[in-house]
């Protein structure tokens, strides 16, 4: 009886304590935002779908259950075709696109932390740019310099310069799509292993030095343990975001009649086959639960993450001598034709008047700030004069930032949470259930909000067609990202700096004020700039949520693209990446931060 | 064509019968409408009690108070009409939001199964869809100007309203082929063309999976032509020579393209030696043809294939239920049926390649680049989109495709 009344004592302290009311709260709202559109999802797998009224031989009853799509999915020639093979592919993608992202991120992050490589702070700048630019600007420049007359295709500029056709395993499959997917990552490695690099103490690995261990034993002893979390943490990253990304396997497969799941989810999803589309997208959603649980498993073997304590760090560099000016001048050029080639080339194309006709007299700012004339792109205005694309402009702006701000300020708040009670059962669900949206497909995940969103429930309004929807949907997509930042600034700070606080009577509101947030604001601004870049250039998850009053620019670029405004489209591609640029170094310039601490690293 | 087109004409007569009994809302069925809908079509006079005349006068006031009209539509060239329709009708906004057909269907649908009422006039194709998920589901309405009865052929009424016919053919590089290098559908198995075919996704594009399965509908035909082609009948390792058509052409390895509009530049490119013929892209595609802002394309469509062009289908426009603005609503269509002579909301669909819904049409589109390229659809021998056997049949060609494709 008296072990009841400690219990329930104890309970009733737990339940005191702010940060157990906050995790409470934080995870009604995540289960509404995250768990029940999961739930939804299982649930369309088991019940007739309105286009499933077509199938003949089946006693097809809307919103009935049934296997069908379970049993189709699983055997038979169709789940061959759209499942089996499709997931073969594409965890070869997933491999080789890892594979590089791991390869390119550390070996730059090496460079620029660990050697004193000249031009060390461009290297840094251009190193994040492809991350920038939206998923289908690789790809579309890969056509660009590959196509030729073998694929039955107009010559690109390497079959134009140098009369090399490069064959079709260059061109389109899994080859191109690898290399452009993992030229497109790349910048998470880089960040997140920058980032662990910049905290080793190098006095560790001078220490083992002097007690005569060798390079490779320091390499695998004391650096690749410190760097091993973000090694795994880029890893899966690497692995959710390049399995769900559909735009460069439908530009460099589908023509090669190459599928990965995620364009077999896009084509169910779009000739209304929900039911088996979500099927695989519970395929992704289980091989990134596995990555991240193997994630976790190596992150939570460290115990302790606490860098900001009162020692400093220092860091010796390797002099990489009379190799230094070739190595830099390679690494700029590699990071030029990756980053900045394409935007060049983009750029050029946004100002011929006439497709295709590259010469100075063709060079025309019609696309840009041109009157209406019915001759071009039907009539449209220059983008800077043009209505429509100014408000989706606005648009995206204004969602980019209300969305990081909430995203980085509840990362925040639920890495606090998590940091202070690391072992409970709150804590985990907390930190695992945030990171589910991670890996739900873009476009599963709009339309799983469409659908949840539509109608009032209980004191949720119908939230379709308003602002508010995107940026809900934008928040519980990026969440995971500020999550990991919270997380990972929260626990970088020792807790005896906020029991020191305590000791002397600061309420929980002033030690949140006045310890915590100073303290982790770099991973705050941080997360938000992620999530700011992130969601500006996202397509897939506004697809099916935006109406006429609140589009944003990637979805009207879409529009255009797919109607074939080349000039036009690529302009406001152009637009939308200077728009992303400043946006992330006015932030920059104003809170001095790395956005590298927004993916967790630090 | 002209006995075709006959026989299109009774088979669609046939099939607004066919769509009666099946629950399409006719003016003799409105009874059996949901009470709700039926008092909803009869405030707004839509659908089965659509008036004898229209007083457009007071239409246009009561759209004034309307203020705006919301339209839905798979058509770019529709963001063109807004400042036409704005400055004849003062104080109604025309908001144009163009999605393609299938995200215009995918969005009224949900947005009319969740109650939401956004959209005013789905201007789109994609009719086996629109008739089954929308139209039977009481989704959307038919409305036409009753002044231009006259004019409007009854399968451009009944069961759903259309504006024009839009086609999916086979197009080919007029520069690297002066003329059409083939002449039936079977030619484009021989292992001439292996590597150089492409064709618009019929798993994402819904008229290319139309294009695909109206071929399987005719496979009758195409056997016929098969034995005229090589000189003996066909042998089927397929369920029919439909199948077997198909089967031939993956077998060319095609290359697959997620849009027409990526397609086209890859066939017309100018400057290429090797370009592919095309499959599945519409006949309007042709007014890009030389057009230099687009990169001058060196498009052609083939005109004479055997057994027919290619697929011949009716673009929609009707009104949505419980659209919020629905006197607006009828004098968009009003002004999309334009005159006679194309213009107003007709304009950008009287190019060549479209062919509108209306036959008074005193004269021809005529290309802006090519004054000499005229298709009078009498003289197009094309397959007209049957929208039920497509809606029966789509799913297990989709199937087949997604399995053999690979």
Redesign the interface.
């Known amino acids: 009886m008296n072990g009841l009344k400690v219990r329930f004592r104890k309970l009733a302290n737990r339940w005191r304590k702010p940060e157990t009311i906050l995790a409470a709260l934080f995870l009604v709202i995540l289960v509404y935002l995250v768990v029940v559109p999961l739930f939804s999802l299982v649930q369309t797998t088991l019940v007739w779908g309105?286009?499933d009224?077509?199938?003949?031989g089946e006693n097809v009853v809307v919103g009935k259950f049934t296997t069908y799509h379970w049993r189709r999915m699983l055997s038979g020639?169709?789940a061959?075709?759209?499942f089996y093979?499709p997931l073969l592919n594409t965890l070869i993608v997933t491999a080789g696109t890892v594979a590089i992202v791991l390869a390119v991120g550390s070996l730059l992050a090496y460079l620029v932390v660990r050697t004193d490589i000249r031009w060390a702070k461009l290297i840094n700048a251009l190193a994040t740019v492809p991350y920038i630019l939206p998923s289908w600007v690789l790809s579309l420049s890969w056509l660009q310099l590959f196509q030729n007359?073998?694929?039955?295709?107009?010559?690109g500029l390497l079959s134009y310069y140098t009369g090399i056709n490069a064959p079709e395993w260059l061109v389109y499959g899994p080859i191109p799509i690898m290399i452009t997917m993992g030229l497109h990552y790349y910048p998470f490695g880089y960040l997140l292993i920058s980032g662990a690099l910049r905290s080793i103490d190098s006095q560790l690995e001078e220490s083992a030095e002097i007690l005569g261990a060798s390079k490779s034993y320091i390499m695998r002893r004391i650096t690749m343990p410190i760097i091993k979390p973000a090694l795994f943490s880029t890893a899966l990253l690497g692995i959710a975001r390049s399995m769900g990304t559909f735009g460069t396997p439908?530009i460099l497969g589908?023509?090669?009649?190459?599928?990965t799941l995620s364009t077999q989810i896009?084509?169910l999803v779009?000739?209304?086959r929900q039911g088996q589309g979500y099927i695989l997208a519970l395929v992704l959603l289980a091989i990134s639960g596995i990555g991240l649980y193997v994630n976790q498993r190596v992150i939570s073997a460290r115990r302790s993450y606490a860098t900001i304590g009162g020692k400093g760090v220092k860091s010796r560099k390797v002099r990489l001598g009379k190799w230094n000016t070739p190595i830099a001048v390679l690494t700029i050029l590699f990071l030029l034709a990756v980053a900045v080639f394409p935007l060049v080339f983009l750029t050029w194309s946004s100002l011929t008047?006439?497709?295709?006709?590259y010469s100075i007299s063709n060079l025309s700012l019609h696309y840009w700030i041109g009157e209406s004339n019915?001759?071009?792109?039907?009539?449209?205005p220059g983008i800077l004069r043009n209505e429509a694309v100014m408000g989706a402009a606005w648009n995206t702006v204004k969602l980019a930032l209300v969305g990081g701000l909430i995203c980085g300020f509840a990362g925040l708040l639920i890495g606090y949470v998590v940091a202070r009670a690391r072992r409970a059962l709150t804590s985990r669900l907390l930190e695992q259930v945030s990171f589910v949206p991670m890996l739900v497909p873009s476009i599963v995940f709009g339309a799983l909000y469409?659908?949840l969103f539509?109608?009032r429930r209980g004191p949720v309004p119908?939230l379709?067609?308003t602002f508010a929807l995107l940026v809900l949907v934008t928040v519980a997509k990026q969440l995971p990202y500020t999550v990991r930042s919270g997380v990972s600034s929260m626990l970088q700070v020792a807790q005896e700096l906020e029991e020191a606080a305590v000791i002397l009577g600061a309420s929980w509101f002033a030690r949140l004020r006045k310890i915590m947030l100073p303290l982790t604001k770099n991973g705050f601004v941080a997360g938000t700039v992620i999530v700011l870049i992130t969601s500006m250039r996202e397509l897939s998850l506004y697809i099916?949520l935006v109406?006429?009053a609140n589009r944003v620019l990637t979805t009207l670029t879409y529009?255009?693209i797919?109607?074939?405004?080349?000039q036009f489209s690529n302009a406001m591609t152009v637009l939308l990446t200077l728009l992303v640029v400043v946006l992330t170094y006015a932030i920059n310039a104003w809170q001095k931060t790395d956005i590298g601490a927004g993916l967790g690293g630090r | 064509m002209r006995t075709r087109f006959i026989r299109s004409l009774a088979s669609v007569t046939l099939l607004a019968v066919l769509g009666a009994c099946l629950g399409v809302p006719q003016a003799s069925l409105a009874a059996t409408l949901p009470p709700e809908v039926d008092a909803w079509l009869r405030e707004v006079e839509i659908g089965p009690y659509q008036p004898s005349a229209v007083d457009w006068d007071k239409v246009y006031e009561a759209a004034k108070k309307e203020g705006k009209v919301?339209i839905y539509t798979s058509s770019?060239?529709t963001?063109?009409l807004k400042e036409e329709f704005e400055s004849l009708y003062p104080g109604v906004t025309l908001?144009?939001?163009?999605?393609?057909s299938?995200g215009s269907i995918?969005?009224v649908?949900?947005?009319q199964?969740?109650?939401?009422y956004?959209c005013d006039v789905l201007h789109a194709s994609g009719y086996p869809?629109q008739l089954?998920?929308l139209a039977n589901m009481n989704m959307i309405f038919p409305f036409y100007p009753p002044e231009l009865e006259s004019v409007i052929p009854k399968e451009f009424r009944e069961p759903l309203v259309a504006q024009r016919y839009e086609s999916r053919a086979i197009f080919y590089n007029s520069k690297v082929y002066p003329e059409c290098p083939i002449d039936s559908w079977w030619d484009l198995t021989k292992p001439e063309w292996r590597?150089?075919i492409?064709i618009v996704?019929p798993?994402?594009d819904?008229s290319s999976?139309d294009l695909i399965t109206t071929i399987v509908l005719n496979a009758d035909e195409l056997a016929k032509d098969y034995e005229r082609e090589f000189g003996r009948p066909i042998r089927l390792t397929t369920p029919n020579a439909g199948y077997e058509l198909l089967k031939g052409i993956i077998a060319n390895?095609?290359?697959?393209?997620?849009?027409h509009?990526?397609l086209?530049?890859?066939v017309g490119?100018?400057?290429?030696?090797?370009?592919?013929i095309g499959i599945s892209i519409p006949f309007s595609s042709l007014s890009?043809a030389e057009d230099?802002?687009?990169?001058?394309l060196k498009l052609m469509v083939a005109t004479d294939i055997k057994p027919a062009v290619g697929l011949l289908y009716p673009s929609l426009m009707n009104i949505t239920y419980k659209a919020p603005h629905p006197n607006a609503a009828k004098l968009l269509i009003k002004y999309l049926f334009g005159t006679n002579k194309g213009e107003l909301g007709m304009r950008?669909f009287f190019v060549v390649g479209n062919w509108a819904a209306r036959i008074d049409m005193v004269e021809e589109p005529v290309h802006e680049y090519l004054p000499d390229v005229r298709l009078p659809l009498s003289d197009l021998n094309f397959w007209l989109m049957d929208p039920v056997g497509i809606?029966?049949t789509?799913?297990?060609v989709?199937?087949w495709w997604?399995?053999?494709?690979?």
């Open positions: 309105t286009g009224t077509r199938i003949r020639d169709f061959e075709a759209v093979k007359s073998t694929v039955a295709m107009p010559e439908a589908l023509p090669a009649r190459y599928y896009y084509s779009r000739t209304q008047l006439y497709a295709g006709d019915p001759r071009f792109v039907a009539g449209e469409l659908t539509a109608v119908a379709y067609g099916l109406t006429p529009r255009y797919e109607v074939g405004y080349t | 919301v770019s060239r963001i063109s908001e144009v939001y163009e999605l393609g299938t995918e969005k649908e949900r947005e199964l969740a109650g939401i956004n869809s089954h998920l590597d150089r492409a996704d798993v994402t819904a999976l390895r095609p290359k697959i393209y997620a849009r509009t990526d086209i530049k890859v490119d100018p400057n290429s030696a090797n370009p592919p890009y230099p802002a687009r990169g001058g950008p809606w029966e789509s799913a297990e989709q199937d997604m399995i053999n494709v690979q």
